[in-house]
């Protein structure tokens, strides 16, 4: 059993350290993150069974080898732990945010749980032949995990990494027509979902492989060893420099900076100071490139730009982290819990963030990892992660110079904690965080100290611990079925996109009750079904199917009885994520006219959406678009003030603050207003279209069909503007553009019945008495 266990443990942890940075699969609604945290949670898990049923069941004996880092480490799990159960949000707490997975505290636990693997299984070569004797003595048998072995997982991984990258990003694999969609997009990668996310990889790789070069370190039975090595070392820069991300070079250029400098302090290398040319080379690469923009090679390469992902702004991360932790004493305390960035920003994002190009976007990540610490865990967090860095960084260059071959993994540590000052992090790189913090601390060797408790003497203690085991391993058995039972929820839920299956959702839902983003989405399927019903002539509407889209889609944001069975809503699963109250809204603005006092409905929805969302200038807007239609004109104009102080530019909003003039009778007053709009947004076709219509009213019809022909201009497919210039020809008396005009919009919209009628009408000569 004991040579079972060891190899359990042995291949777990080397699968674990080749695959992670590989795995992907097309199956879940993300192909990455969601994948990599199944990945790491089921090899880490068994690993920790297989380790304590050694101890346990064998070797009759707890053996637990303790590092500086423990209590600090465990001082920030427990931060983290009290910071889920008052969280904002539990559910992405536990399991982390939808769509981003790695935020949370399942997989903080995982990573936690790595780091005591390798520092207790990672076998070091022992010296004295006493420590041999004792080993012999108590029939104890190593697992087997060498330092070995791990640079070898990760050299291969490295390379496989590399490998695809560069056929995904020229295109080659295309060709492949058996492959999943997500490997034939130019930006596939099977590190992250994003080309900006393999560039913080690479450099932190370079500075790896650099590290490796510069000790010259002989990775035993790797018969490739340097050679190897410094082929990756080339193919990796290439590739960071095709993909041109400047926080990559940031993260490049500081690392090495310090490497130097420390190296150069300890003297680590005065019998060959010309290895300190290649980190010097590098350094001075990563200046050049930092200031050069690489959109000149990507399209004599490509013919293109390679798309970019859209990362949050340092500054604005700052300041939503910094908010978020001195809301009150809780959040100052522990944060507003892991995984719970995307509620911090929406609540706190300052108002000039409606004046980027980003601004309708709801980033749930920063663009730092340390304001997602200080952000969600609070000032404890944040104060016990650095303290955690500074212990380690202090251990590390005091033995640095003993042990001069732990210089490439301390070197990859720092460059993992630099990344995290420029780019949050990913399950790839959370992962190498924490194994290259095991693998240091492993290498320091002196400052580690072997605990052991024996119960060999103790039947009853062995027995107390063989129960606690079997207890361990129903829990984990347990937690298989429910994590086999969530997968396979993304599966339909990934169906039901793919196919636009409300059945596969509804199944999701059941597989996973928790997740209130299936139940967000389902009830925007209801409420589209619902829109699309609306449309049809009244004589053809299904009042029936009418109703059950309504009731769906309230039950699935808000809850209700369905038959014998409540469902639980959107808004009651996450009170306080801000999309579910919008779409609560958005159903009973839709059926105002059809249930009476479902705008005032829709105006609390709206308004506890705003109260999750207060510098959302949309939000502002759709609530004065509702006291409209209660005629609550002065509630109205104040909600469009207030989304145009939010966003001066915001079309919708100076758009009906004009209207307003029209639903008080005062007609030239709308269309001055209007006309300093179009002055101003002479781009916008809705502006001009708004214009046209009041033009029209005031029967001024000649300037309105002006302003419908400049609208049309600048959207040829704009159905509204062709219907607008359609009835502005009728009255006139110009059949025959009307007729085009209305043709038009019948082939922009198939079967509307309204239009046909008028086409008909039109057609159809005018009787005489």
Not at 683 to 702: A, D, I, K, Q, W
Request: aromatic residues 14%; glycine residues 4%.
């Amino acid at each position: 059993m004991q040579k079972t266990l060891n190899r359990i443990i042995k291949t777990n942890i080397y699968l674990l350290v080749f695959l992670l940075p590989l795995f992907f699969l097309p199956f879940s609604f993300e192909a990455f993150e969601f994948n990599k945290q199944y990945l790491l949670f089921f090899l880490s898990s068994l690993t920790l069974f297989a380790w304590v049923a050694k101890m346990v069941l064998v070797d009759k004996e707890i053996r637990f080898k303790r590092t500086p880092l423990d209590i600090t480490i465990l001082i920030f799990l427990l931060v983290a732990i009290i910071g889920t159960f008052f969280s904002t949000d539990k559910i992405s707490s536990i399991f982390g945010f939808y769509g981003r997975f790695s935020d949370g505290l399942i997989s903080l636990l995982n990573l936690v749980i790595i780091y005591f693997l390798i520092t207790n299984n990672l076998e070091v070569e022992t010296k004295t032949s006493n420590q041999k004797t004792k080993k012999e003595e108590n029939n104890y048998q190593p697992t087997g995990v060498n330092i070995s072995g791990i640079m070898k997982a990760i050299l291969w991984s490295i390379f496989f990494v590399i490998l695809f990258s560069y056929l995904s990003i020229f295109g080659l694999l295309k060709s492949f027509k058996m492959l999943p969609v997500v490997m034939t997009t130019q930006t596939f990668n099977p590190v992250a979902g994003s080309l900006e996310g393999l560039a913080m990889f690479l450099a932190v790789v370079i500075v790896f492989l650099t590290g490796l070069i510069m000790v010259d370190r002989d990775l035993k039975t790797f018969k490739f060893n340097k050679t190897f090595v410094k082929m990756l070392l080339l193919f990796s820069l290439i590739l960071l420099v095709i993909i041109d991300f400047n926080r990559a070079w940031i993260l490049l250029l500081i690392t090495l900076l310090l490497c130097v400098a420390i190296a150069l302090v300890k003297r680590m290398f005065r019998e060959d100071v010309n290895k300190l040319l290649l980190p010097i080379l590098l350094i001075i690469l990563s200046a050049v490139l930092l200031f050069v923009n690489s959109s000149g090679l990507q399209s004599l390469i490509f013919k293109t730009q390679l798309p970019q992902e859209q990362v949050l702004n340092q500054r604005y991360s700052l300041v939503v982290a910094f908010k978020a932790a001195t809301e009150n004493i809780k959040s100052g305390l522990v944060g507003s819990g892991l995984g719970t960035f995307y509620y911090d920003f929406v609540k706190f994002k300052p108002k000039d963030f409606n004046q980027s190009i980003l601004w309708q976007i709801r980033f749930d990540r920063p663009g730092n990892h340390f304001a997602e610490v200080l952000g969600t865990t609070g000032f404890l967090g944040i104060i016990s992660y650095l303290f955690l860095i500074v212990i380690f960084l202090v251990i590390s260059y005091l033995f640095l110079q003993q042990n001069k071959d732990s210089l490439p993994l301390i070197m990859t540590f720092l460059a993992l904690l630099i990344g995290q000052f420029v780019y949050y992090q990913n399950t790839t790189l959370s992962f190498y965080f924490w194994l290259f913090m095991a693998l240091s601390a492993v290498s320091w060797q002196k400052p580690i100290k072997e605990k052991t408790v024996s119960f060999k003497s103790f039947p009853e203690l062995a027995l107390i611990f063989s129960t606690l085991l079997i207890i361990v391993g129903v829990g984990f058995l347990a937690m298989y079925f429910f994590a086999a039972r969530f997968y396979l929820a993304d599966m339909d839920y990934q169906n039901s996109i793919a196919k636009s299956q409300t059945e596969s959702l509804e199944k999701a839902i059941v597989l996973n009750p928790y997740q209130s983003t299936y139940r967000i989405i389902l009830a925007r399927n209801y409420l589209d079904k619902l829109l699309a019903e609306i449309i049809k002539p009244a004589d053809q509407r299904n009042q029936d199917l009418m109703s059950i889209y309504i009731f769906q889609a309230i039950n699935y944001t808000k809850g209700g009885q369905v038959g014998n069975t409540y469902i639980k809503g959107a808004t009651e699963l996450s009170p306080n994520q801000v999309a579910g109250w919008e779409i609560l809204g958005m159903t009973y603005r839709q059926i105002a006219g059809m249930v009476e006092g479902s705008s005032d409905w829709a105006i609390k929805s709206f308004e506890k959406a705003v109260s999750l969302e207060p510098t959302n200038a949309v939000l502002h807007t759709e609530i004065g678009k509702l006291y409209l239609t209660v005629n609550n004109i002065d509630k109205a104009k104040e909600e469009f003030i207030k989304a145009k102080e939010l966003k001066p530019d915001y079309i919708a909003a100076l758009v009906q603050e004009a209207l307003i003039y029209e639903r008080q009778n005062n007609l030239d007053e709308a269309i001055k207003k209007m006309e300093d709009l179009a002055r101003n947004y002479p781009s916008v076709p809705e502006v001009l279209l708004e214009l046209g219509r009041l033009y029209f009213n005031n029967r001024r019809t000649n300037d309105a069909i002006a302003q419908f022909k400049a609208a049309i201009s600048l959207d040829p497919n704009y159905s509204n503007a062709h219907y607008s210039l359609g009835v502005a020809y009728q009255r006139i008396g110009d059949t025959n553009k009307a007729i085009a005009e209305f043709e038009k919009v019948l082939s922009l919209n198939p079967g509307n019945q309204d239009v046909q009628e008028k086409l008909n009408q039109l057609k159809t000569p005018a009787t005489t008495k």
